[in-house]
């Protein structure tokens, strides 16, 4: 499926997806278009569809476009026509694991797949103390490439993102913006493409299972207080949720009226020790780690870190996998084998 391969620009603008994007409608190739648009503030652009070159003109592509758009996909495979959607890296092992799962149609699909160089995190620059922000420069994509001369500072943290805000100019380096997902990149490679554009550049520069390690270090009693603390922050927006692309039930269990589960923000400390916990089992062996729960979460929840915890134990267990490398192997929780392991003995086991 990597037919048509372009030779790579060096870095993708918003006018490059544009002018592409154009091209495929015009000349029916493609009958929509699913990008980002501009959101409510600089930092928070959103996924969108166009169906017209006029339309295009809303198209936005920066480093803060971070959204993963392969959960779009599924009712976009329902639609007439092909549609033309941009997947960065880690976005591909996700459409492929839908693939995998057949809730996202090959045909129905025409991907170009566009370099990256890291995505912002708004949250990550508040976090920083910039705040009421009114403009900024450096946030457009290529900012890290190879070969520019202003690509690395004295700390080795890249470009340096400039802010004009209400208390003045602020500044930051990119790499400390960045989503925690860009720290631990699975690697720039797209899985599966029609065609490429833009270079991307290795942001990796921490271990992806540290976190994990750290927690699982602590006693039982500092575990629980820790998530406890932090899922008490939850207010049950179901933003995790419909963001996830391996949750793509038609519709999903805690929408249940036959069940407490359906309500928000329980008394009973429901999203505290169960909502969370069971989505993770429900996404184990199936999550890609593409990190858009904790991304999307307005309460700052760090809940990758569950995903990242099963994904550590089924490497452990099964050897080690990765869900969406390819869009037809059998995960490790789909497929017996006389040698699995079996999780409640695997100390006698080793």
């Known amino acids: 499926?990597?037919?048509?391969?372009k030779e790579c620009n060096p870095s993708v603008s918003s006018q490059i997806l544009r002018e592409r994007a154009g091209q495929l409608l015009t000349d029916g190739t493609v009958a929509r278009v699913l990008a980002w648009k501009k959101g409510d503030l600089p930092h928070n652009p959103e996924p969108?569809?166009?169906?017209?070159?006029?339309?295009?003109?809303?198209?936005t592509y920066d480093a803060f476009c971070g959204a993963n758009l392969s959960k779009y996909m599924i009712e976009a495979s329902k639609l007439e026509g092909k549609t033309l959607v941009f997947l960065k890296p880690c976005d591909t092992y996700s459409f492929n694991q839908?693939?995998?799962?057949n809730r996202v149609d090959r045909e129905k699909a025409y991907i170009i797949g566009i370099g990256c160089t890291g995505k912002l995190s708004?949250?990550?620059?508040?976090?920083?103390?910039?705040?009421?922000?009114?403009?900024?420069?450096?946030?457009?994509?290529?900012?890290l490439c190879p070969g520019r001369e202003d690509t690395e500072t004295e700390d080795g943290r890249g470009a340096i993102l400039t802010f004009q805000t209400l208390y003045g100019q602020k500044t930051c380096a990119y790499g400390?913006?960045?989503?925690?997902?860009?720290?631990?990149?699975?690697?720039?490679?797209?899985?599966?493409?029609?065609e490429l554009l833009g270079q991307s550049h290795d942001t990796k520069d921490a271990e992806r299972f540290a976190e994990v390690?750290?927690?699982?270090?602590?006693?039982?009693?500092?575990?629980?207080?820790?998530?406890?603390?932090?899922l008490s922050k939850c207010i049950r927006c179901n933003a995790c949720r419909n963001v996830c692309p391996a949750c793509s039930c038609r519709k999903c269990v805690f929408d249940s009226n036959k069940f407490d589960s359906a309500q928000k923000a329980n008394a009973d400390s429901?999203?505290?020790k169960m909502f969370h916990i069971i989505r993770a089992f429900h996404v184990a062996g199936r999550c890609t780690d593409c990190g858009e729960c904790s991304r999307v979460c307005p309460q700052?929840?760090?809940?990758?870190?569950?995903?990242?915890?099963?994904?550590?134990?089924?490497?452990?267990?099964y050897g080690e996998y990765q869900a969406g490398d390819d869009a037809e192997s059998k995960g490790p929780l789909t497929s017996f084998t006389f040698d699995d392991a079996e999780p409640g003995i695997v100390a006698e086991r080793r």
């Open 1 to 5: 499926m990597q037919e048509a391969m």
């Open 48 to 59: 969108a569809f166009f169906d017209s070159a006029e339309a295009l003109r809303d198209l």
């Open 98 to 101: 839908l693939l995998k799962e």
């Open 122 to 143: 708004g949250e990550k620059i508040r976090s920083l103390g910039i705040k009421a922000i009114e403009t900024m420069e450096g946030a457009e994509e290529g900012m």
């Open 176 to 194: 400390d913006a960045m989503l925690e997902r860009c720290h631990v990149c699975k690697g720039k490679e797209h899985k599966i493409y029609d």
């Open 213 to 230: 390690e750290r927690i699982e270090a602590m006693s039982p009693a500092e575990r629980f207080a820790y998530f406890q603390s932090e």
């Open 270 to 272: 429901f999203e505290e």
């Open 300 to 317: 700052g929840i760090p809940l990758h870190l569950f995903n990242r915890k099963f994904i550590k134990d089924i490497d452990t267990l």
